[in-house]
T-cell receptor, first 112, second 114 residues
């Protein structure tokens, strides 16, 4: 079964605002977390990852935060653009397993 | 280059047909994966190939038959499918079968079973 889930199935954001997408996981043994973006008609695209020994990692316009105490993962997108409209999945796996476990996904819609 | 290619993009088949899905990557990745994704759901793992050998079969029905002819190619042979098998079939690859290695996905094949 899934050990990763998302708090909200949909998120509507005004263009230019920052977006925060949340994900809760239940497996405290998870070692590696990934965010994927899936646009309509396409496969999931890797955005950013984070190891369990880190709290924060930044990429281009994106930041992933990991709170192991409450088993919470979030993806922050700065200055959200129309091209950011997609379904966002968090995923995780453990160091002794390379099977990704995906959360349910959050659909982000950017309003012009 | 992090490209995984899949053909065909779309496939419509009857329940008595035999067809194959193809996946290719030239990144030197030694782990390849098949996922099934239903509408508005996350991908579900079907098979994992590790160094061209089947290492994981997630209790997939035998009407789905994977094949890894070489380190760059992955096929999924389909036979006697059911309408509920209609879905987006995604291929992915990673450098190694390791939790530390990112899985890169192809665009998928949209399969419709009539």
């Amino acid at each position: 079964g899934e050990s990763v889930g998302l708090h909200l199935p949909t998120l509507s954001v005004q263009e230019g605002d920052n977006s925060i997408i949340n994900c809760a996981y239940s497996n405290s043994a998870s070692d590696y977390f990934i965010w994927y973006k899936q646009e309509s008609g396409k496969g999931p695209q890797f955005i950013i990852d984070i190891r369990s020994n880190m709290d924060k990692r930044q990429g281009q316009r994106v930041t992933v935060l990991l709170n192991k105490t409450v088993k919470h993962l979030s993806l922050q997108i700065a200055a959200t653009q129309p091209g950011d409209s997609a379904v966002y999945f968090c995923a995780e796996n453990k160091s002794n397993d390379y099977k990704l476990s995906f959360g349910a996904g959050t659909t982000v819609t950017v309003r012009a | 280059d992090t490209e995984v290619t899949q053909t065909p993009k779309h496939l419509v088949m009857g329940m008595t047909n035999k067809k194959s899905l193809k996946c290719e990557q030239h990144m030197g990745h030694r782990a390849m994966y098949w996922y099934k994704q239903k509408a508005k759901k996350p991908p579900e793992l079907m098979f994992v190939y590790s160094y061209e050998k089947l290492s994981i079969n997630e209790s997939v029905p035998s009407r789905f038959s994977p094949e890894c002819p070489n380190s760059s190619l992955l096929n999924l042979h389909l036979h006697a499918l059911q309408p509920e098998d209609s879905a987006l079939y995604l291929c992915a690859s990673s450098l190694r079968p390791s939790f530390e290695d990112t899985q890169y996905f192809g665009p998928g094949t949209r399969l419709t079973v009539l």
